[in-house]
């Protein structure tokens, strides 16, 4: 059982290249979320998933788009990165229960750097 | 904009005391949840109190909440040096779905 694993664990990107940061989930979740963590402001929602074939935005969703086409899996896509999309991005799943009280469950992290 | 603000925002204690954490936070909520994240890992879920709940307990964790006031305390008892780390709060909102996270806590125990 490993949980949520995210793949790459660190990347580098030049300005404007484009990449895809995969999520996986082993726990049959039904919502997955990625946000994105800042030095000093915690981690921030990007986009999140209530189910297979489902997206929404979350607080910071510009740039990014995501799919989830399967239940298992949440991917994360940088169209043309920028240097203000440096960050560490994290995926966590949830299960659902009426929507409410869960605790989610976190990868641990991808590592991007855009020069 | 973030929910939860901690407070404060780094803490230092040697091994064997307590530790408190504090959060404020600005909506209502329908829980608050503590998370802790060793140096370079994922979080991980410590503990969640439910909006009609005022105190929790968890091994070495005390979670009080007060929803007059908007805020929540994270109590860890007896410390020790593997309980270095950031620690946040997070709030989920009444509709639920989605949790909104404070800039965290940083706690060192010196051993």
């Known amino acids: ?115 | 904009s973030q929910q939860g603000e901690e407070d404060p925002q780094a803490l230092s204690i040697q091994e064997g005391e307590n530790a408190t954490m504090n959060c404020s936070y600005k909506t209502s909520i329908n829980n608050l949840q503590w998370y802790r994240q060793n140096s370079g890992r994922g979080l991980v879920h410590l503990i969640l109190i439910r909006s009609n709940e005022r105190e929790k307990h968890s091994g070495r964790l005390r979670v009080t909440l007060d929803t007059s006031k908007k805020s929540s305390s994270l109590l860890i008892t007896a410390s020790r040096a593997a309980d270095t780390a950031s620690y946040f709060c997070a709030t989920e909102g009444e509709y639920g779905n989605k949790l909104v996270f404070g800039a965290g806590t940083i706690l060192r125990v010196k051993s």
């Not at chain 1, 664990?9 to 049959?28: E, H, I, P």
């Not at chain 1, 039904?30 to 921030?44: I, T």
């Not at chain 1, 935005?57 to 240097?83: C, H, I, M, T, W």
Request: hydrophobic share 30%; with cysteine.
């Open chain 1, 1 to 115: 059982n490993a949980g949520v694993t995210q793949t790459p664990k660190f990347r580098v990107l030049k300005t404007g290249q484009s990449m895809t940061l995969l999520c996986a989930q082993d726990m049959n979740h039904e919502y997955m979320y990625w946000y994105r963590q800042d030095p000093g402001m915690g981690l921030r929602l990007i986009h999140y998933s209530v189910g297979e074939g489902t997206t929404a935005k979350g607080e910071v969703p510009d740039g990014y788009n995501v799919s989830r086409l399967k239940k298992q899996n949440f991917l994360l896509g940088l169209e043309s990165a920028a240097p203000s999309q440096t960050s560490v991005y994290f995926c966590a799943s949830s299960y659902s229960r009426g929507a409410h009280n869960q605790p989610q469950h976190f990868g641990d992290g991808t590592r991007l750097s855009i020069l």
